[in-house]
């Protein structure tokens, strides 16, 4: 079995993230990049496979600049044998359809029987490419699991709905996308980060993928207006307990609608 697993570089969650107020696009300089957590329970997923069954091949695609590498070679550290970062200058600014585009250009060019991607990515949450994916390759999706069972020849799950679980499957091909919920990723040990740096990692460019694809190539594009920083907090009325503490809450609460 080949599994791919979609992976992106995103600024460190616990960092302090901005807009750049030119672009109206998240600054990536401003904070450290590092591969998304959601893929690395994506990834984990695959290498509990390849935990039962060794000749089970796990390849990390990215699409990304090429400083991505490094976040790749993480993924790379924690088990998957390969990766593909998929980089060029014309695709910088690309929305979710053309970042789609690429991404099922490569998984084709790859020849896998298994896409997993995480639900969502922490720097943007859209959670429409996994499926925008599967679209474009003519497969079917199953989107958003809790909980995945790979077999050998289909992949199962179960999915939160309003008011219960839908338990879902399908045979391969097939693209899924996972939540936090379905496995905790392993660290990267001394060994697998050692092994890391001799894996192979190729650099594919929208020639090599053979199509035309990012913000010009869109037959319609979203324009920034304006944009703004986020107002500085401030600080609320503090209330000294003179034995008029409830009275001024209440008073508080009910001047700004809060009950």
């Known amino acids: 079995m080949k599994i791919v697993v979609l992976a992106k570089q995103v600024p460190d969650t616990w960092s302090d993230r901005k807009i750049d107020?030119?672009?109206?696009?998240?600054?990536?300089?401003?904070?450290?990049?590092?591969?998304?957590?959601?893929?690395?329970?994506?990834?984990?997923?695959?290498?509990?496979v390849k935990d039962a069954d060794k000749d089970t091949e796990i390849v990390v695609v990215a699409m990304g600049p090429e400083g991505a590498s490094k976040s790749l070679r993480k993924l790379l550290s924690m088990g998957a044998d390969s990766a593909v970062l998929v980089s060029d200058d014309g695709l910088a600014g690309s929305d979710m359809v053309q970042t789609a585009r690429v991404l099922a250009a490569a998984v084709g060019r790859t020849g896998c029987d298994l896409v997993?991607?995480?639900?969502?990515?922490?720097?943007?949450?859209?959670?429409?490419?996994?499926?925008?994916?599967?679209?474009?390759?003519?497969?079917?999706?199953?989107?958003?699991?809790?909980?995945?069972?790979?077999d050998a020849d289909a992949v199962s799950g179960s999915a939160p709905v309003d008011g219960g679980n839908l338990e879902v499957s399908s045979a391969f091909p097939a693209v899924?996308?996972?939540t936090e919920k379905t496995a905790e990723p392993r660290f990267p040990n001394f060994k697998g980060i050692m092994a890391a740096k001799k894996k192979p990692l190729e650099s594919w460019s929208l020639a090599d993928l053979g199509i035309q694809a990012g913000p010009d190539a869109a037959p319609v594009r979203s324009v920034m207006v304006s944009a703004a920083a986020r107002p500085p907090k401030q600080a609320g009325?503090?209330?000294?307990d003179d034995g008029t503490a409830a009275a001024q809450l209440a008073e508080f609460l009910v001047s700004n609608r809060l009950v």
């Open 176 to 178: 899924v996308s996972v």
């Open 116 to 150: 997993l991607a995480g639900n969502e990515a922490t720097d943007g949450r859209g959670g429409m490419v996994p499926a925008m994916v599967a679209e474009i390759l003519g497969w079917p999706v199953l989107p958003g699991l809790d909980s995945i069972r790979i």
């Open 21 to 48: 107020l030119e672009s109206g696009i998240l600054d990536r300089a401003a904070s450290e990049p590092v591969p998304d957590e959601i893929n690395e329970r994506a990834l984990e997923n695959a290498l509990q």
């Open 237 to 240: 009325p503090k209330i000294a």
